[in-house]
């Protein structure tokens, strides 16, 4: 158990609808990153949040959106879902803002639209 | 923007040879560098990291890597590889801004021959 915990851990839902993935951070870390894990296009970072505020912004699409709560978990909407949006999910967490930290990752959210 | 390149996609290896995984980047400033392994259905563990001082660094499960400033190079090396260690491994380097986000390669899928 890596402390960070991401739920649901499978998902399967309809073209056009909404889902939001769950993310609680490992204990005292304050930064938390959410990537998009696909066979064709690898480790994509999505968004980053630290100690509620947004700080960075990847290749997020505009029908998807994030916030992190001030008990530091984070949530992830993805809305108006397509075929292409399903993937692995992935939250991950780091103490500071420091490059020396990297991040320790939770176990993912499946997604499947069908 | 910083960048990792991690050339192919699989690498076969027999049971006890050497294993060797290539990671190439891209940075205009010193990096911070990581490698990350991922088992089948689960998230990404660190293996280990390259921050600064001594060049050669040891992580779990026997693995080592080393920064090569002059080859802009951090392969991951294991002098005998086992079973267990057929998993995908990502090489990633920390962003230049504070935010201290990861950019990961493709990842590369290691097999082990009995």
């Known amino acids: 158990d890596s402390g960070v915990t991401q739920t649901p851990k499978h998902l399967i839902t309809a073209t056009g609808q909404r889902v939001t993935l769950r993310c609680s951070p490992r204990?005292?870390?304050?930064?938390v990153y959410w990537y998009q894990q696909s066979l064709d296009q690898g480790l994509q970072f999505l968004i980053q949040?630290?100690?509620?505020?947004?700080?960075a912004k990847g290749n997020i699409l505009e029908r998807f959106s994030a916030q992190q709560f001030p008990d530091l978990h984070s949530e992830l909407n993805l809305s108006s879902l397509e075929l292409g949006d399903s993937a692995l999910y992935f939250c991950?967490?780091?103490?500071?803002?420091?490059?020396?930290?990297?991040?320790?990752f939770g176990s993912g959210t499946r997604l499947t639209v069908v | 923007a910083q960048s990792v390149t991690q050339l192919g996609s699989h690498v076969s290896v027999s049971e006890g040879a050497l294993v060797l995984l290539r990671c190439n980047y891209s940075s205009s400033v010193p990096p911070y560098l990581f490698w990350y392994v991922q088992y089948p259905n689960q998230g990404l563990q660190l293996l280990l990291k390259y921050t600064t001082g001594a060049t050669l660094v040891k992580g779990i499960n026997g693995f080592e890597a080393e920064f090569k400033k002059s080859e802009t190079s951090f392969h991951l090396t294991k002098p005998s590889a086992h079973m267990s260690d057929a998993a995908e491994y990502f090489c990633?380097?920390?962003?230049?801004?504070?935010?201290?986000?990861?950019?990961f390669g493709k990842g590369i899928t290691l097999s082990v021959r009995p």
């Open positions: 990633a380097v920390s962003d230049l801004r504070a935010n201290s986000k990861l950019t």
């Open positions: 204990s005292g870390d304050l930064s």
């Open positions: 949040y630290y100690n509620g505020e947004e700080r």
């Open positions: 991950a967490s780091s103490l500071t803002l420091s490059r020396v930290d990297g991040y320790t």
